[in-house]
């Protein structure tokens, strides 16, 4: 009879499967973060172009002397 937590299978003592958690694998989490740039570098975070503030244009003020 094989311990607390084990089982038999075939005249070898296993462990017995845990129970099902949801966990998200590291190349999941990888994807996801790719994902969330390459959102950001097609579509940008909000970024408008109306909150940009207009650069100052220089004018003339006086003809160079000669």
Do not use: D
């Not at 390459?38 to 650069?55: D, H, I, R």
């Amino acid at each position: 009879m094989p311990p607390q937590g084990f089982h038999a299978v075939r005249g070898h003592i296993r462990r017995n499967p845990r129970p099902a958690s949801k966990k998200m694998s590291g190349w999941t989490i990888a994807a996801l973060i790719g994902g969330v740039w390459l959102w950001g570098q097609v579509f940008g975070f909000g970024e408008s172009k109306a909150e940009q503030t207009p650069s100052p244009k220089p004018s003339v003020s006086a003809p160079a002397a000669r």
